[in-house]
T-cell receptor, first 114, second 114 residues
């Protein structure tokens, strides 16, 4: 089973709202990732958690706040977003952050900021 | 540092072959290939590791030339289901500053027509 699940599938929010994206995997993977993907562009890495600790933050604005409550769950808290933050947000997981590990992507959350 | 993919787009008839190239300016440890259909998440196809063998997934195969820092994806006897955007993701070698991140190329759009 190589399934990564994400909720919600779609989200519309205003610039003053607070919302959260959720990601879950039950493959025993110890590395989890958040990517942002704009239309017709490749995924861009935002954050990486390794063994539940934040390992990489790609200079993401503080209006995005990641959280890893346990080894199976990854959240992305959103607050005061801008319309340009509208995108597909992808979660991925891999066995760990070691070299050559395959990343498996979830179906994504399509976010629209009004 | 982003790998360069070529061509940017290709249109095929069913049964025709195609090659997609991925080239990096950095020494690489691994190359990962994904296919993404419109509105869906990237789906893992295969991974090529430094010193590894050429990989195959059904009628899709790939090679990795470490010296040239290039990888090629070969699609043989293309099917309608092969349509989508193909991304390579590269992982730098330790000598090139491996940070455990995948960096994705800009993508190659493949359209297979009946």
């Amino acid at each position: 089973d190589t399934e990564v699940t994400q909720t919600p599938k779609h989200l519309v929010m205003g610039m003053t709202n607070k919302k959260s994206l959720k990601c879950e995997q039950h493959m025993g993977h110890r590395a989890m990732y958040w990517y942002k993907q704009k239309a017709k562009k490749p995924p861009e890495l935002m954050f990486v958690y390794s063994y539940e600790k934040l390992s990489i933050n790609e200079s993401v604005p503080s209006r995005f706040s990641p959280e890893c409550p346990n080894s199976s769950l990854l959240n992305l808290h959103l607050h005061a977003l801008q319309p340009e933050d509208s995108a597909l947000y992808l979660c991925a997981s891999s066995q760990d952050m070691a070299k050559g590990e395959t990343q498996y992507f979830g179906p994504g959350t399509r976010l629209l900021v009004l | 540092q982003q790998p360069v993919q070529s061509p940017q787009a290709v249109i095929l008839r069913e049964g025709e072959d195609a090659v997609i190239n991925c080239s990096s300016s950095k020494a690489l440890y691994s190359v990962h290939w994904y296919r993404q259909k419109h509105g869906e998440a990237p789906v893992f196809l295969m991974i090529l590791l430094k010193g590894g063998e050429q990989m195959r997934h059904e009628k899709i195969s790939a090679s990795f030339n470490e010296k040239k820092q290039q990888s090629s994806l070969y699609l043989t006897a293309s099917q309608l289901s092969y349509s989508g955007t193909y991304f390579c993701g590269t992982e730098n070698s330790l000598a090139s500053g491996n940070t455990g991140k995948l960096i994705f190329g800009q993508g190659t759009t493949l359209q297979v027509k009946p």
